[in-house]
């Protein structure tokens, strides 16, 4: 499938995309990521969504993982940090998905992340000419409704959704400092803590009644809390006979006849 991109404003700068499988034997780039921070914070969000039975077969959600285009006849492929697809195509029989094509492989992915590191800032690129910025990628070609990125050190989270001028354009976070996604039926935000030996601020997921989605240790430490609390309550209950039966001995009553 081919399409041909434009903008009002930037007649001069059009983009002639064709929506093709990446080829099997098209090299990957093989960049490390630039920090250990990334994928614990994309691991996180999996994790999340996994234990709450949010992902479905039918679900793309991935990190570090090429969505690709040809571009004016050149392929073009960007790893985002996390990457969600509400629906794709089933992969053949036996295949491991290696990257991701819209249109020829499933729907527009509908979010896409990033997460800041100390380099280039090129998350923000907006470069119009090959290989392209990051921002121009997702908005212009790929036109992702939801791109979010976010700043691990100082915690801050940005959401910019696409306008119907096709541009992305920032949101608001509400009192929560919580931004809800439709696609998802959840809220994204930013909660300070520790997993995983990390102590700092981690995107989490909440949803529509303001209910946090937890980690598995989480679930675990609630489980075991549950257990405890029922303890006690079953202690508190025993030591009211034991003293119901002392009272009733005392008044010269067998509680065993009773």
Known sequence: MTQTLSKPAETKTQYTVTWEKLPDDFKLPDDPVENIDQPLLAAALREALDLAGFILASMLIASNFGLCAKVNDKTVVK???WVYVPSVLPAEPGEVRRSYTRNAEGEVPAV???FLSDTDGS???NKPTYPYGKWRFYERILQVPIYVIFEPKSGVLEVYRLSTSGEYELQELDANQRFWIESMGLFLGVWEGEKSQ???YW?????????????GVERVEQERQRAEDERQRAEEER???DRLMAYLRSQGIDPDGI
């Open 203 to 215: 995107l989490r997921w909440w949803d529509e009644n303001g209910n946090l989605l937890l980690w």
């Open 123 to 125: 998350e923000y690129s």
């Open 198 to 200: 990390r102590t700092g």
């Open 79 to 81: 790893a985002p940090d």
């Open 239 to 241: 030591q009211r006979a």
């Open 112 to 114: 896409v992340m990033e």
